[in-house]
């Protein structure tokens, strides 16, 4: 049957002269969804940066002159698909995908589909994984040589380990992809899609520009970027070379607007396209929001609410006048989600976040008189709770751990009373205009009440769950992952790629990440969502998780091996490279053991380590990792195939970087002690060097900025740590 139809097609189709080139039909089904046709599209563009004299063309049926066939879709979607594999169609769920040569065909023929189209998708891009392309966060690496194309041998079926492979994004600090244009997240996205991550949380807070709302009179005013930081490029600019002319480092998104007005209008077309692009590649989308903090200007319309302490302290939180049932607090809330629900009406996941420093335990007492019912079987207490709280190995333990489980005690009760006014209404502010609902997702719900969470959180909630700040910390307290009841709840896990209390010098928890990556499959977990700032080092890290989301107990040590050396075409690179990120995972772990905040990039940044206090041992044992870690880079570089070395230059650029910036942070340290001792000449003299140290790993990290992250970097160094540093040597030099 799929001969005489594949025939068919051959004689219905136009005919051309024949050329020396092997002519490659991709085959789509005359009605084929949008993804279908751009999986084609793209397949074609693969062809022909992998295989030598191809021309390949899409078509809803095989060219006359086709020495190869492939097929696009599914048997549903591309009659020659059904005609092709008849009943060997395996059984595969939306997200399972088939890659498999047909025999018996006139030409060489294979079908690439999937359970569904973005499945079909995927298919392709796994394709141009066999085929030697590796897909990575800043654009494809090509094999280094072309070769003939051959369709043979190929019998694939997958099916994922992890169902949900959420990227996070927008979050906050100039660092991060806050600071990214439209058009970088949408080169992003094009690069997850092919390792085949499946949907996108736009993470924002009450300060950003991109919610507008109004409630008992007062209008949201607070519009604000990286919480209001400016950070101008004048004429003593480090690095100003990486900003083309600019006199102010910037969103391109927003560049020059100022008022509120502007700034929102330009937040909710930048938020709005990320969106759209999410869903162009064929992924769900969600926004994350922080339901009970709102901007400093609604404390005027909530008596008695408190400033919370964050950054630049721009959020008011509720106080002890409200309780989780306060009316007036129920519809300021309900005023925000209705704006959220009316602004972004193509959202797939409302995601609402326990506030990060829970302080509204005045009615912990009240709020666990709603929930005690639900537990009175399973002989759970509120002391039995706070005992498991307090006695912790995570941050949040001791009386920061009770403090965040009362906490968010009265926050999930506010929330359950919330859901439950929302069935009640007209108009479900907890769904879309359509009536279908939000897939709502809860996430940072204190770790005590994990075993607890089907009675604790709204009905058919997701838990998004957080342990502690950074992978490693994870690990060392993964017992709790067991306590979550993943057969009641479904359960994400939030996993931290690079932590901004770890800061900003390069980092890796590869490892950590593997060993997390096991236990969600071990616990069947549906997935994980990233966190992360910069993402500068963090290829191999997604390129694990993107590989094991789809196979069982991979050790990352392997997938990393078989990414280098693919990309490098040389194993003795590859282990090196291996040998590179242990150190400089090593230094991670050691910046999270000593000093979480090492280099958190606000305020202070480097004149904080103006102390008289002895310099730690650690930091001498951190420059030994970060050392080794840049040596093996320029080793690895040198014995590495063309099309790995801007990637790994880049990689060592920064490892210079960093040298310097711990230098200068040593520099700093030597600099309080001897102004201590009263060496005011020694003082002076080391505080000389760490201005050029600072301004030597600024323009270092100039000569590589790759992206809005690496310029937000630059911009952030000059602002907390370079200019900083000049003034308090004037300061120093005018009081000698």
Not at 92 to 97: E, I, K, M, N, R
Not at 368 to 380: H, Q
Request: glycine residues 6%.
């Amino acid at each position: 049957m799929f001969i005489r139809l594949l025939i068919a097609g051959l004689c219905i189709a136009a005919t051309g002269v024949a050329s020396a080139a092997e002519q490659v039909s991709i085959v789509v089904g005359p009605d084929a969804p949008f993804l279908e046709r751009f999986a084609a599209d793209e397949l074609a563009r693969q062809l022909t940066e992998v295989f030598s004299d191809v021309e390949p063309s899409v078509a809803t049926s095989p060219a006359a002159n086709a020495n190869h066939v492939i097929l696009i879709g599914s048997p549903e979607s591309n009659a020659l698909v059904k005609a092709a594999v008849g009943d060997q169609w395996p059984t595969l769920s939306d997200q399972g995908l088939v890659i498999r040569t047909v025999n018996g065909a006139p030409q060489a023929t294979l079908v690439v589909g999937g359970g569904s189209p973005i499945a079909t998708l995927w298919a392709v891009y796994e394709l141009g994984h066999r085929n030697g392309i590796r897909y990575l966060l800043r654009g494809d690496i090509l094999p280094n040589e072309k070769r003939p194309l051959d369709l043979a041998g190929h019998d694939l079926v997958m099916e994922p380990e992890l169902r949900v492979r959420t990227w996070r994004t927008v979050n906050c600090f100039a660092v991060g992809p806050e600071s990214w244009g439209l058009a970088d997240h949408e080169k992003l996205l094009a690069q997850l899609a092919k390792m085949k991550f499946n949907d996108v949380m736009v993470s924002v807070w009450p300060w950003h520009p991109f919610l507008s709302y109004e409630f008992d009179g007062v209008q949201k005013q607070t519009a604000l970027l990286w919480f209001g930081e400016e950070y101008p490029l004048d004429g003593e600019t480090a690095g100003k070379k990486a900003f083309g002319g600019l006199k102010k480092f910037e969103n391109p998104d927003f560049a020059g607007l100022s008022t509120p007005e502007e700034m929102m209008s330009a937040g909710v077309t930048h938020v709005r396209g990320i969106i759209d692009a999410a869903h162009r590649f064929g992924m769900t989308a969600g926004i994350c929001i922080s339901p009970l903090e709102f901007p400093r200007e609604f404390q005027a319309v909530l008596p008695g609410s408190r400033v919370a302490k964050s950054v630049q302290d721009l959020t008011v939180i509720p106080g002890a006048e409200q309780g989780p049932q306060d009316e007036t607090l129920l519809r300021l809330v309900e005023t925000q989600l209705g704006a959220l629900r009316d602004t972004y009406p193509e959202i797939d996941s409302l995601y609402l976040t326990m506030p990060e420093f829970p302080e509204w335990d005045q009615h912990a007492d009240t709020a666990w008189d709603l929930f005690a019912p639900r537990l009175k079987e399973r002989g759970v207490t509120i002391n039995s709770l706070i005992a498991s709280a307090r006695g912790r190995g995570l941050i949040a333990s001791g009386d920061r751990g009770e403090r965040a489980l009362r906490g968010n005690l009265v926050a999930l009760a506010f929330l359950d009373q919330l859901a439950a006014r929302d069935r009640t209404r007209n108009d479900p502010l907890l769904s879309r205009r359509s009536g279908a609902p939000f897939d709502l997702v809860i996430a940072d719900v204190d770790s005590a009440l994990f075993p607890v969470l089907d009675a604790v959180l709204p009905s058919n909630a997701v838990a998004m769950n957080f342990v502690d700040y950074t992978a490693r910390r994870v690990v060392a307290n993964r017992e709790l992952l067991r306590t979550v009841p993943a057969d009641k709840v479904r359960s994400r896990l939030i996993m931290t790629l690079a932590d901004d209390n770890v800061g900003i010098l390069p980092q890796s928890s590869l490892q950590s990440l593997g060993t997390l990556t096991n236990d969600l499959q071990e616990l069947k977990w549906e997935g994980f969502s990233t966190r992360y700032w910069l993402t500068a080092e963090l290829d191999p890290t997604v390129y694990y998780l993107s590989r094991a989301s789809w196979q069982r107990d991979v050790r990352p040590k392997d997938v990393f091996i078989e990414l280098f050396a693919t990309i490098t075409g040389k194993p003795s690179a590859a282990d090196r490279l291996w040998l590179a990120f242990e150190h400089l995972e090593a230094a991670t772990n050691l910046i999270d053991e000593h000093d979480l905040g090492f280099t958190f990039p606000v305020p202070g940044l480097m004149l904080k380590h103006s102390t008289d206090a002895p310099v730690p041992e650690w930091w001498t044992e951190a420059v030994e990792h970060y050392t080794e870690y840049s040596n093996e880079l320029y080793r690895a570089h040198g014995a590495s195939n063309p099309p790995a070395r801007k990637l790994l230059f880049y990689y060592a650029k920064r490892s210079e970087y960093v040298l310097d910036y711990l230098a200068a942070v040593q520099a700093v340290r030597e600099a309080a002690i001897a102004k201590a001792a009263g060496d005011q000449d020694k003082s002076l003299e080391q505080l000389e060097a760490a201005i050029t140290a600072t301004y030597n790993c600024i323009n270092t990290l100039a000569d590589v900025a790759h992206d809005q992250s690496d310029r937000g970097l630059i911009a952030v160094l000059n602002a907390y740590a370079y200019r900083p540093l000049l003034a308090e040597f004037e300061k120093q030099s005018e009081a000698e």
